[in-house]
């Protein structure tokens, strides 16, 4: 068995094992807050970026949900192994949905994309032309990046295509920024 379909059997395995909310629950829920959020803070971009907060919050968490339940026992090794543990496992385990790595991994091995057509998130939305700025789903920016940095890597995640402005599918540019340290208790002298 290929290591992708390894992955792909332990994002399913994980998916079973968790309780379920309901789809349909959490997409108007999810709705009502942008909704809210555009009322309150007027603008696409503000928006855009308290979702990327909120979600940032949400994978600062998330990522010991994952390392529990995931039945991942080893470190990624590099950060090829990781996009298709994000794509692979941590999409089906969460959204039940399938994603992939995208063929456009950088020379440098430092940027990467994740591809995916599904997004409960999106099930009953119309974008308006009008708010054409707005990142309906950043806050999965967010999570992604708050988890890569509890796993001590610092990313930048953008939306470079979104089904909701009429792309083909949904990719999330992921770029590696730095490898951080981990901090270690000062040694007694």
């Known amino acids: 068995m290929s290591q992708t379909a390894l992955k792909i059997k332990m994002g399913e395995n994980a998916f079973a094992s968790m309780e379920k909310v309901n789809a349909e629950?959490?997409?108007?829920?999810?709705?009502s807050l942008v909704v809210q959020l555009l009322r309150d803070l007027g603008?696409?971009?503000?928006?855009?970026?308290?979702?990327?907060r909120m979600g940032y919050n949400i994978g600062v968490r998330l990522v010991e949900e994952?390392?529990?339940r995931s039945g991942q026992s080893k470190k990624c090794e590099n950060l090829q192994e990781t996009a298709e543990t994000i794509a692979h496992v941590a999409f089906k385990m969460f959204l039940n949905i399938p994603a992939s790595v995208g063929p456009n991994f950088s020379p440098d091995k430092k940027e990467f994309s994740i591809l995916f057509k599904e997004n409960p998130l999106t099930q009953f939305v119309e974008l308006p032309e009008a708010y054409g700025q707005l990142h309906f789903c950043n806050i999965l920016c967010g999570v992604i990046r708050g988890a890569l940095e509890m796993l001590l890597m610092r990313v930048e995640c953008r939306f470079v295509k979104d089904m909701l402005k009429g792309d083909d599918t949904n990719e999330?540019?992921?770029?590696?920024?730095e490898i951080l340290e981990e901090e270690r208790p000062p040694d007694d002298e």
């Open 25 to 31: 629950l959490l997409t108007l829920t999810y709705g």
């Open 66 to 68: 994952y390392l529990a």
């Open 172 to 177: 999330i540019r992921v770029v590696l920024k």
């Open 43 to 52: 603008s696409a971009e503000a928006v855009n970026s308290q979702l990327e």
